[in-house]
């Protein structure tokens, strides 16, 4: 499951659906926990993928590493002892979003370092969106692949944690992009394509349930608990 903010939209915003208020958040992780689905890292669904092709859990991501997912996100991950992974924007910490800010016309606080290393001491996960959060499908290989291997160092270098996992920015990706994130050393990658993942999927091309905060529970719980996204998945990713 994709998430990015845990908060409340201000009346301005432009794009309310990247916002999940904690009410909404409390009652999904609610959800889960009430149908025996335990919310995971990417990394521990995966293990579990690949052991057994059923996993029993859900894995939870969020994007971009909004200071909301530590001060709003974390606590309630906390309560129901689930974990989940933040993918960072490397050379972004600590500042805001700036590669859509004037498209929303708001500002919104990313973690900082501290803010970082509380989410890694409560067990979570962190991964890599690259350096800057470009369109990586616009640049020349050149360019993207230094935003994608910059970015697994950087985060190694900061906060000496592993970072196995890569999110393609805006979800979007070409298969030369695709072999740059493989040898970069990552072990998965996640895009926004439709879909549950399942065991054969490539590792690199993961689909993820864009959680919509414009959406209520029935249809939170229609989209995790019956084959609707998979009915919706492309036949093929681009």
Known sequence: MSYHN???CPPAGRFKLLYVTPRQFEAQLRALHRLGLRGV???????RLNQTGRTGCVALTFDDGYADNVTHALPLLQKYGFT???YLVSHAIGTYNHWDAAYLSEKKQLMHHGQIREWLAAGMEIGSHSCSHPKLEDLDDAAAGAEIVDSRR?????FDAPVDHFAYPYGRFRPS???LVRRAGYRSA???LRGIAGQNDDRFGLPRIFVNGDHGMAKFLLRIATPYENWRRPSAAP
Not at 41 to 47: A, F
Request: aromatic letters at 0%.
């Open 190 to 192: 996640v895009s926004l």
């Open 154 to 158: 950087a985060l190694q270098s900061a």
């Open 177 to 179: 992009t695709v072999e």
């Open 6 to 8: 845990i908060g409340v």
């Open 41 to 47: 890292s990417i990394g521990e669904g995966l293990r």
């Open 84 to 86: 989940a992974t933040c």
